[in-house]
T-cell receptor, first 113, second 112 residues
């Protein structure tokens, strides 16, 4: 079955330390992959996308993600967390040629002062 | 919100009543989606459309129907609402140029 798994439902980091949010997918199709962020009581905002160009993708607000086909992963990272990064993050996968886009269950990032 | 309007934004209804949520876009995009967001589940795809009168089921389509009679409008109908359908519903479009999902502001539905 095709799916997308976010391995951590909650991640807590201290301000100024690195962030790692993990995403694995299962697809028989060469996927398009995305990360979205949702701040409390706000809408969904695109952070970055991978669409078979460079495997290391840079996004907004200092975030980046690396597509690793051999590991079927698309982990999101940031070198130094800010308080404003506290939000929920969603990994999204376009599974096949049908334009059906599936979300992971989300990772809530807490940033401690 | 990139020309996407959802209505109503908030609705409270009773179990067993029909409910229709509307998504309107002004940018003539082909692909439109309905998702529901619930704590611990992220966003789950209900139905999506790939053109006028062309729709397909998503992950959680039971209890929902959709219609798209013109490009700009995608309607989500709960024929007989249940408390389990209390949720926040998001409409999205797939952008022709940017190839990303762009979301509406969401519709909060409470079924008592």
């Amino acid at each position: 079955a095709q799916s997308v798994t976010q391995l951590d439902s909650h991640v807590s980091v201290s301000e100024g330390t690195p962030v790692l949010l993990r995403c694995n997918y299962s697809s028989s199709y060469s996927p398009s992959l995305f990360w979205y962020v949702q701040h409390p009581n706000k809408g969904l905002q695109l952070l970055l996308k991978y669409t078979s160009a460079a495997t290391l993708v840079k996004g907004i607000n200092g975030f980046e993600a690396e597509f690793k086909k051999s590991e079927t992963s698309f982990h999101l990272t940031k070198p130094s967390a800010h308080m404003s990064d506290a939000a929920e993050y969603f990994c999204v996968v376009r599974m096949d040629s049908s334009y059906k886009l599936i979300f992971g269950s989300g990772t809530r990032l807490l940033v401690r002062p | 919100d990139a020309g996407i309007t959802q209505s109503p934004r908030h609705k409270v209804t009773e179990t067993g009543t029909p409910v229709t949520l509307r998504c309107h876009q002004t940018e003539n995009h082909r692909y439109m989606y309905w998702y529901r967001q619930d704590p611990g589940h992220g966003l789950r795809l209900i139905h999506y459309s790939y053109g006028v009168k062309d729709t397909d089921k998503g992950e959680v389509s039971d209890g929902y129907s959709v219609s798209r009679s013109k490009t700009e409008d995608f309607l989500l109908t709960l024929e007989s609402a249940t408390s389990s359908q209390t949720s926040v519903y998001f409409c999205a479009i797939w952008g022709a140029g940017a190839n990303v999902l762009t979301f509406g502001a969401g519709s909060r539905l409470t079924v008592l």
